[in-house]
């Protein structure tokens, strides 16, 4: 039998923070192994997911969901139980990092909608072909696990 959902439920992130934070110290603990490949030091080294650029730690850089946690819960409530969609939200695919100033710029907000504003999109150096390429790999690698999830596989 097909588990039925509350298509009122609140918006709630209990289960996505918890996942979240995981993720975050999987992919940190990552990033300071190819920080010592790199350049033999004990520090993260990224690369920012909207300008390509490299980014170490002590960097004003912050983890951020591509596709935010509250437009998938919004999509996903009626199809998936909050543990579910807390998956779908901490896919690696949905997750990026990038310095805060651009952080802050997104907000909320889908990313393409931001890059209208081309002139803060040149000056905080974001690569809107960066950009289509992250947001199509999440939205694909999302919908691939959502149907996965509501297989039961």
């Known amino acids: ?18 996942l979240f934070l995981k993720v975050k110290a999987e992919m940190h603990e990552e990033t300071k192994m190819r920080g010592r490949a790199k350049y033999n030091m004990d520090r993260a080294l990224y690369k920012d997911g909207f300008t390509g650029e490299e980014l170490l ?4 850089y912050e983890y951020d969901h591509i596709r935010s946690a509250e437009y998938l ?16 939200v901490n896919h ?27 002139e803060r999109v040149k000056a905080l150096g974001i690569k809107p072909d960066l950009v289509k390429k992250a947001t199509q790999l999440a939205d694909s690698s999302i919908s691939n696990l959502a149907l996965k999830l509501s297989k039961g596989i």
Do not use: C, W
């Open 57 to 60: 730690g002590g960097d004003a």
């Open 92 to 118: 690696r695919s949905n997750i990026i990092v990038t310095n805060t100033e651009i952080n802050r710029f997104k907000g909320k907000y889908n990313i393409e909608d931001r890059l209208i504003n081309v």
């Open 73 to 88: 819960f919004n999509k996903y409530k009626v199809t998936h139980s909050d543990k579910q969609i807390a998956q779908l």
């Open 1 to 18: 039998m097909k588990e039925i959902f509350d298509p009122n439920r609140p918006y709630n992130r209990v289960e996505i923070n918890k």
